[in-house]
């Protein structure tokens, strides 16, 4: 009889483990799609101060695109009760032209 409730007991320490790391995630997951929107200042200060002459241009509309599909994939799988691989369209990086 002990031996069942305490693995009882176990079992259901475990469950609960696993829904507060998936939650642990969520959150953290939720945070990084913050600190990705906290750089949009930051792009366009960059953007702003960039050399007119230069024969390089980094292109910052890719940037924030690429950003902007990172964001929409966390936030698509931190919405989604049951998460499902798929295929996404690769990221350009490519910041130069």
Known sequence: MYKQLFI????????????????????????????ILALEP????AERRRSPGSSVKFQYNTLRGDLAKTRHGI???????????????????????
């Open 42 to 45: 930051l792009i366009r200060e």
């Open 8 to 35: 009882l007991i176990l079992l259901m320490n475990m469950v609960s483990s696993a829904h507060a790391d998936a939650f642990a995630e969520k959150e953290t997951l939720a945070r990084l799609t913050n600190e």
């Open 75 to 97: 936030e698509a799988y931190i919405n989604q009760s049951n998460y499902r691989p798929r295929k996404f369209k690769p990221l350009k990086g490519d910041y130069r032209r």
